[in-house]
């Protein structure tokens, strides 16, 4: 039966009367949540396709527009490995890369063009860092809507082929706000209330598959916020359904440390996050300086007795190759953030040896061709493998550099140290430049030759070998 809807400020907790065309709160500027009303009890939608499971706990829609690619009922896998290797009591991962396009925005858009549809719009505007435009691509698709679509120049490629090869018509522009919208246009975007709405849809799955329960830690990569403040929604939720008694989980919220203005705000006791944050990360999906979401993901991490930690890329990238290496699972940077936190906690104490933990890996890695690429050629084997396939492998400027001094002559350690710092201006300790020649040695670009004494010390002098002659 069809339910009237408001929208609810998540700030100043204004209402509104529901509208597509409605975001933000005119007041207070901050996102909006859809107010239905939570159901007595909780009956799953058995012949429902994807999250149409869940129909109950969304907006009405009827049912003849009910669209799914399969979204959501993605695998919580149990860990083994990471979980002795952390030292967690209990830790699981909510795979979303699984999902149809691999992303979890694909429960997003389910919901959202499915609306849209059943409300008679024809066409979906959006703007986007890359995951949601090249989900709603496919649902759109899939549903015959006209989407169009503006992405920033440094969207992820593989993004991008996705949107162009759903059929989406795709426009590069520098300044989002510079979108225009016609008459009968939808705006989709990332602060729209419905496209949050489903994201509840994930801590609901969680809870079912660990059998009615929560486990003590749900962590997950925030930019706008929204993915906090929905799972804090759903917690809500699910206490007034199956009552307070043993419903606990407290929301860890992980932002990349080039933009953190959540963290921030939280390290600081704010309320609101500063708008006004200067942010670098190559962490594209996560390059929100002003989050809609933010004071509502602030209230999630501290009603649930939670945290907000920021993580370095480098500690990104290495919770990416271990989700890959020790559980199969290859996220792309974004997602790889929840366990980036985790292992951050862990090492702070933040999160003890008896923790029960959940992260979730909202999407996968080989939308990142480029990233994947650059977290390969760390491997050394890797690299060798890459050249003999012809793959373009960048070596950084220091190795370059080395190979350059060395294809004039044989050197010895000592003698490239001082020609990198004289020719090249690269200033760096002595044992570095041991490190370079030793990578560069088992990437077979350079070999010892032969060693001489000279006033009692010993000099090991390096050479080029072919394949370096070739890599330069
Ligand atoms: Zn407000």
């Known amino acids: 039966m069809e339910r009237r809807l408001a929208l609810k400020c998540t700030k100043c907790n204004i209402l509104y009367e529901f509208e597509v065309e409605r975001k933000l709160c005119e007041r207070c500027g901050c996102g909006l949540t859809v107010e239905t009303g939570t159901p007595a009890a909780f009956r799953e939608n058995v012949g429902g396709q994807g999250i149409w499971r869940y129909a109950q706990l969304f907006p009405y829609v009827s049912r003849e527009f009910h669209f799914s690619l399969g979204e959501g009922n993605t695998c919580l896998i149990e860990s083994a490995r990471l979980r002795r290797e952390l030292g967690v009591q209990g830790l699981w991962f909510k795979n979303e890369t699984t999902e149809p396009t691999g992303s979890y925005f694909d429960r997003c858009s389910a919901l959202f063009v499915s609306l849209i549809k059943s409300l008679g719009y024809e066409r979906i505007v959006t703007y986007s860092t890359g995951n949601l435009a090249a989900s709603l691509a496919a649902y759109s698709s899939r549903i015959g809507l006209k989407l169009h679509i503006n992405v920033k120049p440094m969207v992820d490629v593989g993004k991008l082929y996705q949107m162009i090869l759903y059929g989406a ?282 060693s001489k004494n000279v006033l009692g010390r010993r000099r090991e002098y390096y050479s080029l070998t072919d394949k370096g002659r070739i890599a330069i």
């Open 169 to 450: 018509k795709v426009n590069v522009i520098q300044d989002f706000s510079k979108t225009r919208i016609s008459m009968g246009d939808a705006l989709a975007i990332e602060h729209d209330p419905i496209i949050n709405e489903a994201k509840k849809t994930i801590l609901l799955e969680v809870f079912l598959q660990l059998g009615r329960r929560l486990p003590e830690y749900i962590i997950l990569p925030m930019g706008e916020g929204g993915l906090a403040y929905f799972t804090y929604k759903m917690l809500i939720e699910l206490k007034k359904i199956f009552g307070d008694g043993g419903l606990k989980t407290k929301i860890v919220g992980v932002q990349p440390r080039g933009c953190a203005p959540i963290v921030e705000a939280y390290e600081r006791g704010f309320d609101d996050v500063l708008s006004d944050t200067r942010f670098f990360t190559k962490i594209f999906d996560l390059s929100v300086s002003r989050p809609k979401y933010g004071s509502a993901a602030l209230k999630a991490i501290r009603d649930t007795g939670g945290c907000a930690v920021s993580v370095s890329e480098e500690e990104c990238y290495r919770a990416l190759s271990m989700l890959a290496e020790m559980e199969g699972i290859l996220a792309e940077p974004a997602a790889s953030l929840s366990l980036a936190g985790l292992m951050k906690l862990r090492k702070s104490g933040g999160i003890g040896d008896d923790a029960t933990v959940v992260c979730i890996i909202t999407g996968g890695g080989l939308k990142d061709p480029k990233i994947m690429k650059d977290i390969a050629c760390r491997k050394s084997d890797a690299v060798i493998l890459l050249e003999e396939l012809g793959v373009d492998v960048k070596m950084g400027k220091t190795k370059r550099a080395i190979l350059e001094l060395l294809s004039e002559e044989d050197m010895y350690g000592y003698q490239i140290w001082r020609s990198l710092r004289e020719k090249y201006g690269i200033s760096m300790k002595i044992p570095s430049v041991y490190q370079h020649l030793s990578q560069l040695i088992e990437m077979g670009f350079v070999r010892k030759t032969f």
